[in-house]
């Protein structure tokens, strides 16, 4: 049977998610995750584009795409900035 292990490594601010997540050949995405009421999980796959200084974030909970969102709006239209800032956004690192 094979077993995937990952570790999980919290996310501490906007510019270390940006690094964490920016865009490359080698690897397409981050692997994150929200953590909710402890148990619960909001899976989220999110690239960071530094030459437009904007995200994609795919939800994966819903199949949903927001495409081309700025900083500010990473922080209006989405629950990630809050996440960060109450310590709940982690990178699965496989």
Known sequence: MF????SMKQIISIDELKQLAEYDERKAWAECFIS???SMRSSKRIVY????KTFDVHN???DSYQENITEEQLKTETMIVEAIQNGALFLYEF
């Open 60 to 62: 994966e909970i819903d």
């Open 3 to 6: 077993v995937e292990t990952y």
């Open 49 to 52: 584009y530094p030459y437009t």
């Open 36 to 38: 909710l009421n402890g």
